[in-house]
Every structure is written in structure tokens, then in C-alpha cells.
């Protein structure tokens, strides 16, 4: 009898090790896939666009999105050929789905796919959230050559052609940066004068 009760309390040791080594291990794999999980959201847009509605409207005057002149209106007299900046539409800057990268190019040097309608004495202008991963992208200026000048989000170095309708020439963006319409107002101000041309954001 004794020998019994001691392999019963054995055995019954054993099921409580064995239940508690699966419970740690059941909970360890959890930790993990929850983890995964996390990190995959973080890297990844939860939807094609990332959630950017734009608010920009006909008649917006563009101004400028950072440095010392922030929030001023953009003159067309202060770019020379070659010249980009951040801007968004007066009064709509707290929304960055509304930024635009405005550049200025030689007029002959526009070809499609861009559409020249949405242009005006060689301004021209996109979204300037990646298409990728939604970085903000950047100007690269050609000094010596303008027209050499081009379009690169610096996270993940996508490549686009602002004077080919800001096609995508290098890296993983899948599609271009929608272009905007804008013009230049007889104070010598921009303006917007339509909406995005297609999908802003995140594409992937």
C-alpha cells in the first residue's frame, strides 16, 4: 500500500510537471506570435493608402511647409528652373495627406505622362508622400543640369520623374506621387486648381 500511494504521488507530480512545462510553453509561443503580430503592423500600412484623405481644394493658396518662411504664401518670382520646396494649402496644414512637393521645370522639358493641364509656366506638383511606405520624399537638385534634378524618398530610395508625371524610375514604389493641379494667380501667388490626380499614400 505505502509502495502505491508513493507511485500515485509520483505520478501525480509528473501530470502537474508536464502540465506546467506546456502552460510556459503554450504561453511562451503566444508572447511570441503576439510580438510578430506588432512588428508586422508597425512595418506595414494597415490599408492600401494609409489612411490619407486630402482636403485640398480649387482656389487653395499653396504656402510654405517648413523653414524660416513657414506658412507664407509661395511667390512664383522666388524659383529659379530646378527649384522645389514643401508646400501645403493655406489653412490645411495640420493634415499631412495635403503636402506637395512644388517644383519648377523648363516647360519643353514636360512630357508625358504628366499632365500638362495641371501645370502652369513650368510649376508642377505632387504629392510628397511616398507611395511606398509613406515617407516624406525629397528634392535632389542637379546643379550643373536642372533637368537632371529628380524626386527620391530617402527611406527606401524610390526614384520618380517630376517631369514624366513623377514616374517611378528606381526603387520600391509602385506607383507614382499623384500630381496636383496648380497655377500662378495675377498677384504672382500659386494656387491649386484641382484635386489629386490618383492615389496618395501607401500603395504596397
Same mark, same amino acid.
Given at each position: 500500500?505505502?509502495?502505491?500511494?508513493?507511485?500515485?504521488?509520483?505520478?501525480?507530480?509528473?501530470?502537474?510537471?508536464?502540465?506546467?512545462?506546456?502552460?510556459?510553453?503554450?504561453?511562451?509561443v503566444a508572447g511570441a506570435f503576439g510580438s510578430l503580430l506588432s512588428?508586422?503592423?508597425?512595418?506595414?500600412?494597415?490599408?492600401?493608402?494609409?489612411?490619407?484623405?486630402?482636403?485640398?481644394?480649387?482656389?487653395?493658396?499653396?504656402?510654405?511647409?517648413?523653414?524660416?518662411?513657414? %506658412?507664407? $504664401?509661395?511667390?512664383?518670382?522666388?524659383? *529659379?528652373? !530646378?527649384?522645389? #520646396?514643401?508646400?501645403?494649402?493655406?489653412?490645411?496644414? =495640420?493634415?499631412?495627406?495635403?503636402?506637395?512637393?512644388?517644383?519648377?521645370?523648363?516647360?519643353?522639358?514636360?512630357?508625358?505622362?504628366?499632365?500638362?493641364?495641371?501645370?502652369?509656366?513650368?510649376?508642377?506638383?505632387?504629392?510628397?508622400?511616398?507611395?511606398?511606405?509613406?515617407?516624406?520624399?525629397?528634392?535632389?537638385?542637379?546643379?550643373?543640369?536642372?533637368?537632371?534634378?529628380?524626386?527620391?524618398?530617402?527611406?527606401?530610395?524610390?526614384?520618380?520623374?517630376?517631369?514624366?508625371?513623377?514616374?517611378?524610375? %528606381?526603387? $520600391?514604389?509602385?506607383?507614382?506621387?499623384? *500630381?496636383? !493641379?496648380?497655377? #500662378?494667380?495675377?498677384?504672382?501667388?500659386?494656387?491649386? =486648381?484641382?484635386?489629386?490626380?490618383?492615389?496618395?499614400?501607401?500603395?504596397?
Open positions: 500500500m505505502v509502495g502505491e500511494n508513493v507511485e500515485n504521488r509520483e505520478g501525480q507530480a509528473g501530470v502537474t510537471r508536464r502540465r506546467f512545462t506546456l502552460g510556459i510553453l503554450l504561453t511562451a512588428l508586422l503592423k508597425v512595418l506595414s500600412p494597415e490599408k492600401k493608402g494609409g489612411g490619407y484623405v486630402a482636403t485640398v481644394a480649387q482656389g487653395d493658396k499653396l504656402v510654405y511647409a517648413k523653414g524660416g518662411q513657414e %506658412g507664407s $504664401p509661395l511667390r512664383a518670382a522666388a524659383f *529659379q528652373l !530646378g527649384d522645389a #520646396v514643401l508646400a501645403y494649402p493655406q489653412g490645411k496644414t =495640420t493634415n499631412q495627406a495635403n503636402l506637395v512637393q512644388l517644383i519648377r521645370l523648363q516647360e519643353s522639358e514636360l512630357k508625358a505622362p504628366i499632365r500638362k493641364e495641371l501645370t502652369d509656366q513650368g510649376f508642377v506638383a505632387y504629392s510628397a508622400i511616398c507611395t511606398h511606405l509613406g515617407c516624406t520624399v525629397s528634392w535632389v537638385k542637379n546643379q550643373q543640369s536642372p533637368a537632371a534634378s529628380y524626386t527620391e524618398c530617402f527611406c527606401h530610395n524610390s526614384i520618380f520623374d517630376p517631369a514624366r508625371g513623377a514616374k517611378v524610375s %528606381g526603387g $520600391p514604389a509602385p506607383i507614382p506621387l499623384a *500630381q496636383i !493641379g496648380v497655377k #500662378v494667380s495675377k498677384d504672382g501667388t500659386l494656387v491649386f =486648381t484641382s484635386s489629386f490626380s490618383g492615389p496618395i499614400g501607401p500603395q504596397v
